[in-house]
């Protein structure tokens, strides 16, 4: 059987002169946009979220995260910790590896989580400092779905920290909170993250996370507020030429999301139409 393809839209704002601009970073990008893709798929299974939850933080941490975090590091660390990621996304299959192929497989994920912690548990012994808390936390996402409790331990010692490691595993102690059914832990947890000066991970990711679970427990009212501030804020923002920028995934759920909860405050939330490249709309001659 061939690996599950694991699929963490970014909006970072800057200083508002006149009109809101909006600035993409790599990093966001890549991995705030798998999350949001994570959540979406485990979205409704009660406890299966055990394994989303293992995957979602897991997606947190893949290329994008080392990149950023690849610029400070010594480079035998960096070796080092990209070779565990490496091992943590690889690939699940029970079918024959073709003769001479060296990619590295794994019947089983529970047998790859192992294999992870081991060569993670491995760098942060080796290398200590910064790279160590890093390493600690992959060790901590991928024995999620090995020893949930132990796991659980760990994402809480990290997130006590306000760096980027100390970020990360607040979202993802927020998802295994989210999982166990601890709504109000989790709530708590992603408005610490929402009001946190950090752009690890998105705003709008962790208020769209939030506002699902006010939803969740009734509170329609503050959800649809929340919504509405991710949608609304995101229809106004300009990119650096003065011009509209289309929604992100992210903010056109949220705009759903008020549509059905709150019709008419809906009808606040103007979305512009992209400007026509041939000015007013027509097309050149011959071009139908």
Excluded: C, H
């Excluded at 490496?86 to 590295?104: C, F, H, L, N, R």
């Excluded at 089983?108 to 808390?133: L, N, S, W, Y």
């Excluded at 949608?231 to 650096?240: I, M, P, Q, Y």
């Amino acid at each position: 059987m061939a690996r599950k393809k694991r699929i963490p839209e970014p909006t970072l704002p800057t200083n508002e002169p006149k009109e809101k601009v909006q600035y993409r970073d790599a990093f966001q990008s890549t991995v705030t946009k798998k999350v949001e893709d994570v959540s979406k798929t485990f979205e409704g299974r009660g406890k299966t979220a055990l394994y989303a939850v293992a995957a979602a933080a897991v997606l947190l941490v893949l290329v994008g995260i080392f990149y950023l975090w690849n610029r400070s590091s010594d480079a035998k660390a960096q070796a080092a910790l990209g070779k565990a990621i490496e091992t943590s996304q690889a690939y699940v299959t029970d079918s024959p590896i073709p003769a001479g192929t060296t990619i590295k497989t794994f019947k089983t994920e529970k047998e790859r989580a192992a294999a992870a912690v081991a060569e993670f548990q491995a760098v942060a012994d080796k290398f200590g400092g910064a790279i160590a808390e890093k390493a600690k936390y992959f060790v901590a996402v991928n024995k999620l779905s090995l020893d949930r409790a132990a796991a659980t331990a760990e994402l809480e010692n990290l997130s006590k920290s306000n760096d980027e490691v100390g970020t990360l595993s607040k979202f993802a102690l927020a998802q295994v909170k989210t999982g166990d059914g601890k709504t109000d832990e989790a709530i708590a947890l992603y408005q610490q993250l929402a009001s946190a000066d950090s752009t690890v991970i998105a705003k709008d990711t962790i208020n769209f996370e939030l506002a699902k679970l006010l939803e969740k427990q009734g509170k329609k009212d503050e959800a649809v507020n929340v919504y509405f501030t991710i949608a609304k804020t995101a229809s106004e923002v300009k990119d650096l030429d003065g011009k509209p920028v289309p929604l992100t995934p992210t903010a056109n759920e949220a705009k759903a999301k008020v549509e059905e909860l709150a019709p008419e405050r809906a009808k606040e939330i103007v979305v512009p139409t992209p400007e026509s490249p041939f000015g007013d709309g027509n097309l050149p001659l011959g071009i139908q």
